[in-house]
């Protein structure tokens, strides 16, 4: 059977963010047809610990009975019913109720969508809306950061700082604009990380001067960078983006797609960081990525004028799917059930981020970073100079070398990153820290 799902996976089936002529190339596709707690099984019997849950999305680990009744059993009442117009069913208004209650303070409202990045664009909508109603029609542009990901639709990449992505498509969209990420181990050279924090936030600053504060509507960040490399940013980073975006009445829009549900310890990873957002996105962790979903909360001051400002012509399909809505009331039931954030919080997390920095003596290992169940280990040639391999050959290879030997690990330019389920041990920890040791190993004995 592996020999004929390859094949027919390469005659029909377009792959997200793949090269489809190396894949082939390659030996073709990977096929997991199972999985159980943090182990994936591949069509071939092969077991893989994940250490990146997914996608960055199952946070309460494989094999849970419990979210296959809860959706087989709203799918035997009612599978779908919508969310437009005057009517809804009880999952979504459920689940809201109880995502206001987890949310940072001042977030009661949500709307939902089934992806991060759908939720993403209905930011986009919904912020520009906002002006509108206020009288400001002319504040209009969104600032983010280089690296950033916020999605793959238009205007989500648009957000997105990923060159590659906007280089294909002709984006960003005008209205977009984008600014140096906290990113000390690239951008800081020569300053400590508190000052560079600063910078870093000043470039927001800059921005809203350069473009003048009565155009831009928004700023909008990951509390810390997923998919661009796992960017923890320096603890003066945060308080100074809340300060200006306060001055100059910029929305402060938190993506918690990836830090939300329990990643780093707490709730989203605002709490964690002091972070007081006027709009949060969120998805995978909702469901554990059991089923799609995903939520844009709203705060009171932009969900009062949406209130009083008459139809808001956005919407989705799926928006509070009541299958997908009943899956996510019972994965935070489970995440609440089983202490997860404060296992996260109190002992697997720093465990982790132990494991990591014990990494910090291999010749390959110019940095480590990470909170919670989030890490990186930045590959180098040179620790001086921060010198990197040609085309990210380190990563590449350490990355390989660790699939091969049984860990799902991601690299994302010349680093290792990690997100694992929340459910992982402490022995599982030692695992991954074992195996990504010896693909450290492996890229260095390769490329000298
Ligand atoms: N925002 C962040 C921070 C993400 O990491 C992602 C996906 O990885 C998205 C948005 C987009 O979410 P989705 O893939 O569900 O559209």
Known sequence: ???????????????????????????????????????????????????????????????????????????????????????????????????AELAPEGLNRVFYGSSGSESNDTVVRLVRHFWNLMGKPDKKVFISREHAYHGSTCASASLGGMTAMHKQADLPLPGFEHVMPPYWYDFGAGMDPASFGKKAAKAVEDKILELGADKVAAFIGEPIMGAGGVIVPPETYWPEIQRICKQYDVLLIADEVISGFGRVGTWFASQKLGIKPDMMTMAKGITSGYLPLSGLMVGDRIADALSEGGDFNHGYTYSGHPVACAVALKNIEIIEREGLIERVRDETGPYLQEGLASLVDHPLVGEVRGMGLLGAVELVKDKDTHERYPNNQASIACRDHCIKNGLMLRQVRDGMIMSPPLILTKSEIDKLISILRSGLDAAKAKLG
């Open 1 to 99: 059977t592996t020999t004929v799902w390859k094949e027919q996976d390469r005659r029909h089936h377009i792959h997200p963010f793949t090269d489809s002529k190396a894949l082939h190339a390659e030996g073709g596709t990977r096929i997991i047809t199972k999985a159980q707690g943090c182990y994936l099984t591949d069509s071939e019997d092969h077991q893989i610990l994940d250490g990146m849950a997914g996608l960055w999305c199952v946070n309460v680990g494989y094999g849970r009975q419990e979210l296959a009744e809860a959706a087989y059993k709203q799918m035997q009442e009612l599978p779908y019913y919508n969310t437009f117009f005057k009517t809804a069913t009880p999952p979504p208004i459920e689940l809201a109720e109880k995502l």
